[in-house]
């Protein structure tokens, strides 16, 4: 039975490696092995689908490739990346002096009330009405996306949400960047990216999770690659449906392996496709 159970961890372990490198060689991706490296991943299906960590790897390797153009199997990407300032800009908000804050009025949105995806009005401060308006370039606007420029990074992932129209009124509090986009990149590309190792990874290289400051300089100097707008929806659409999937594989661990297989299957087929079409 101790054999049993050193042979079963050893098993374990094989299969942990197996979906770490699986996945490693699709999150750096090597135009000539890709398609090779598209197909082992395909063929290792079983040890990718085990545990939560392995799907939020799944994640960002679907955002890895829909970020270098990997997710579509048709249209123009450009070759090179281009500086963010050439298609927008990080305005940074207005340091509002503490003794304003007033329990009414208009919301401030601080690095407390920036989450993942949205903002978090738990802990709110307000700014009395007839005093904001002395600073309406600074009012949000709903489809914004705004960053917390103060531990943007943390263990859950990076501190950037989208404002909606139940957020608002709001103005832009000091340490906080609004995203101020020109007409030829789209704000949920913009959004994805921003989620992205592709943006991590250059303004937190050691990714560290521990990066205390950033500035509007550091943001708006980062690559990444600005495709025609259609191209950009196209991507966007590609990343939603296929992360909905990653949602649902992660609810369904707790179901029959088989069952849950299946789904990661139809996710990379999905996710893969192009490629291999390309590489037909």
């Not at 906080?176 to 986009?181: N, Q, S, T, Y």
């Not at 369904?252 to 297989?261: F, M």
Request: hydrophobic share 45%.
């Amino acid at each position: 039975m101790a054999l049993c159970d050193q042979l079963a961890a050893a098993r374990e372990a094989t299969r942990d490696r197996l979906a770490a490198a699986s996945l490693a060689r699709l999150n750096s991706p090597d135009p000539e092995t890709f398609p090779d490296d598209a197909r082992f991943a395909l063929a290792a299906l079983p040890a990718l689908t085990t545990r939560p960590d392995q799907i939020k790897q799944l994640r960002q390797t679907i955002l890895n490739l829909a970020l270098t153009g990997g997710l579509l199997s048709e249209g123009t990407w450009p070759a090179h990346p281009q500086p963010l300032s050439t298609v927008a800009q990080l305005q940074n908000g207005y340091a509002f002096k503490s003794e304003w804050f007033s329990t009414s009025g208009i919301r401030l949105a601080r690095n407390a009330n920036v989450g993942h995806g949205q903002l978090d009005w738990v802990q709110e401060v307000r700014l009395p009405e007839a005093q904001a308006t002395e600073f309406e370039r600074f009012l949000l606007n709903e489809g914004d996306v705004l960053l917390s420029l103060d531990r943007p990074f943390i263990v859950t992932g990076t501190k950037v949400a989208r404002v909606c129209a139940a957020d608002l009124p709001a103005l832009l509090l000091q340490r906080v960047g609004r995203f101020i986009v020109s007409g030829s990149l789209d704000r949920d590309y913009l959004y994805i990216w921003v989620t992205s190792p592709h943006f991590t990874a250059q303004i937190d290289p050691g990714r560290s999770n521990g990066v205390p400051h950033i500035s509007s300089k550091q943001v708006e100097a980062a690559m990444l690659f600005v495709p025609p707008l259609a191209e950009q929806q196209r991507t966007v659409a590609k990343v939603s449906a296929l992360i909905a999937l990653c949602d649902q594989l992660e609810a369904s661990l707790a179901t029959a392996s088989s069952a849950r297989t299946q789904l990661l299957e139809a996710t990379l087929r999905e996710a893969l496709a192009p490629a291999l079409e390309l590489a037909a």
